[in-house]
């Protein structure tokens, strides 16, 4: 489809790019969008590279040498007025400078698409020799120093909307404001504020709303808001990487605030902020990847969920049910992951065992893993005093400490908080082993 459009407006007198660009159009707004671009993919940065590359060929850099200032001042008036053109767009729409500064910027560079206009009006003599080289160089000089550009655009932005002269140009654009407005009459007390309203926030709103637990939400997409607030929703524009904004919104008296956004900077910052208006707060934070928790933790996140890591606990809970294993079992072991701060995966704590549920080998007999709590009764006891065996009849066939992981340990290895045992046994045995390790001393 994309080549017969293409030849069909080469033969209506226009250029072979422009067809194809139609074409993107028009597939892209079918039902077979998703199917088009998961096999125009593993192309895309073939593509890319070839086409900036030949860009690159085109342009003869010793123009920059030979026409520095007209390059310059052609560059500086380019970005600019395509970011006065960005920019008054975004606050066309009542959107605040803040937005506005970050979407002028990444805009202010020249568009691939000028590249086909400049070659249409070279081959009809309209734009050739040194003027269309010049062109060259400042589209060139445009896209390399946007991703620059852009990298800085959020803190002058932030400092764009706190100019003073700004809040009196624009009083009804700014953030501060339209949160005011919104939330001039909010009164609430021990709540939650949810950062970022897309799946994770929408859901974690709807479960606190019919828990009745009090909530707000912040976002920056403004139909998003709109839309939603219409719906009698506590949801309102703002940056939670801005003091004023969660001030706004009461952090000093919220109990949970709740980070649900992919971006890893605004959240970073978004923690750092809220625990420095609110040490009391209790943080939870979205990420992707574990290898973040650490620093995460370190600008005062209390809870840090990693995508990829919760995706390994659904897996193995998921295959564990295919085997039939018990609920509360499969429960367990997920909470025993969480609570270990996700060491068990990330430092493979458990020994490597037999599979148990190869088929026809120790297939009645099954393999659990406990901690050892400071308050438990087995915390100071070697295993041969805990008479595990002999009140139960489970064997513990491994232990871990520090991250060493030991098969077999004597019946004179005294047990320590923090310790992980491997216990080994039928279902009901592992059950009362696992009730008399987890009770606590006062009750036993």
């Known amino acids: 489809m994309c080549l017969g459009i293409a030849w069909l407006t080469s033969l209506g007198g226009l250029s072979l790019a422009l067809g194809a660009f139609i074409a993107g159009l028009v597939i892209s707004e079918s039902e077979y969008s998703h199917q088009a671009t998961a096999e125009v993919l593993p192309f895309r940065d073939s593509f890319n590279s070839l086409f900036f590359v030949s860009i690159g060929i085109?342009?003869?850099?010793?123009?920059?040498?030979?026409?520095?200032?007209?390059?310059?001042?052609?560059?500086?008036?380019?970005?600019?007025?395509?970011?006065?053109?960005?920019?008054?767009?975004?606050?066309?729409?009542?959107?605040?400078?803040?937005?506005?500064?970050?979407?002028?910027?990444?805009?202010?560079?020249?568009?691939?698409?000028?590249?086909?206009?400049a070659q249409v009006g070279q081959e009809n003599g309209l734009l050739s020799g040194s003027p269309y080289q010049i062109f060259l160089a400042v589209s060139v000089c445009s896209m390399i120093i946007t991703p620059l550009l852009m990298q800085v655009s959020p803190h002058l932005a932030r400092h764009v909307e706190a100019i003073q002269r700004v809040r009196r140009w624009l009083p009804g654009h700014t953030t501060a404001h339209v949160l005011e407005t919104e939330g001039r009459h909010l009164r609430i007390k021990d709540h939650v504020i949810i950062v970022g309203y897309g799946l994770n926030g929408r859901n974690l709103a709807r479960v606190l709303g019919e828990t009745e637990v009090p909530y707000v939400v912040l976002d920056l997409d403004g139909d998003t808001v709109r839309r939603e607030g219409q719906h009698g929703l506590p949801l309102y524009y703002g940056d939670a990487t801005n003091p004023n904004i969660l001030r706004h919104v009461k952090i000093e008296d919220?109990?949970?605030?709740?980070?649900?956004?992919?971006?890893?900077?605004?959240?970073?910052?978004?923690?750092?902020?809220?625990?420095?208006?609110?040490?009391?707060?209790?943080?939870?934070?979205?990420?992707?990847?574990?290898?973040?928790?650490?620093?995460?933790?370190?600008?005062?996140?209390?809870?840090?969920?990693?995508?990829?890591?919760?995706?390994?606990?659904?897996?193995?809970?998921?295959?564990?049910?295919?085997?039939?294993?018990?609920?509360?079992?499969?429960?367990?072991?997920?909470?025993?992951?969480?609570?270990?701060?996700?060491?068990l995966l990330r430092r493979s704590e458990l020994p490597e065992l037999a599979h148990h549920l190869r088929g026809g080998t120790l297939k009645d007999v099954?393999?659990?893993?406990?901690?050892?709590?400071?308050?438990?009764?087995?915390?100071?006891?070697?295993?041969?005093?805990?008479?595990?065996?002999?009140?139960?009849?489970?064997?513990?066939?491994?232990?871990?400490?520090?991250?060493?992981?030991?098969?077999?340990?004597?019946?004179?290895?005294?047990?320590?908080?923090?310790?992980?045992?491997?216990?080994l046994g039928t279902r009901e045995q592992i059950r009362r082993a696992m009730a008399f390790i987890l009770s606590r001393k006062a009750e036993t």
């Open 58 to 117: 085109l342009m003869d850099w010793r123009i920059l040498l030979q026409y520095p200032g007209a390059v310059t001042g052609l560059l500086l008036l380019v970005l600019l007025i395509k970011f006065v053109a960005g920019a008054g767009a975004v606050l066309a729409v009542s959107l605040p400078p803040r937005s506005a500064v970050m979407a002028g910027i990444a805009l202010a560079q020249v568009g691939e698409f000028s590249f086909i206009l």
């Open 254 to 343: 919220a109990r949970v605030l709740v980070v649900a956004i992919p971006d890893p900077f605004t959240a970073r910052r978004a923690v750092q902020i809220a625990r420095g208006l609110n040490p009391k707060i209790h943080i939870v934070v979205r990420t992707r990847y574990l290898r973040e928790l650490e620093e995460l933790h370190q600008l005062g996140a209390d809870d840090v969920v990693p995508e990829e890591f919760e995706t390994s606990i659904e897996i193995f809970a998921l295959v564990l049910r295919t085997y039939n294993m018990p609920h509360d079992l499969v429960m367990r072991k997920a909470e025993q992951v969480r609570r270990e701060g996700y060491a």
């Open 366 to 423: 099954e393999v659990e893993t406990c901690r050892i709590e400071e308050d438990s009764p087995a915390a100071g006891k070697t295993i041969e005093q805990l008479a595990l065996r002999e009140q139960t009849g489970t064997s513990i066939i491994a232990w871990t400490r520090g991250g060493v992981t030991e098969s077999n340990p004597p019946a004179k290895t005294k047990l320590l908080a923090g310790d992980i045992v491997v216990l």
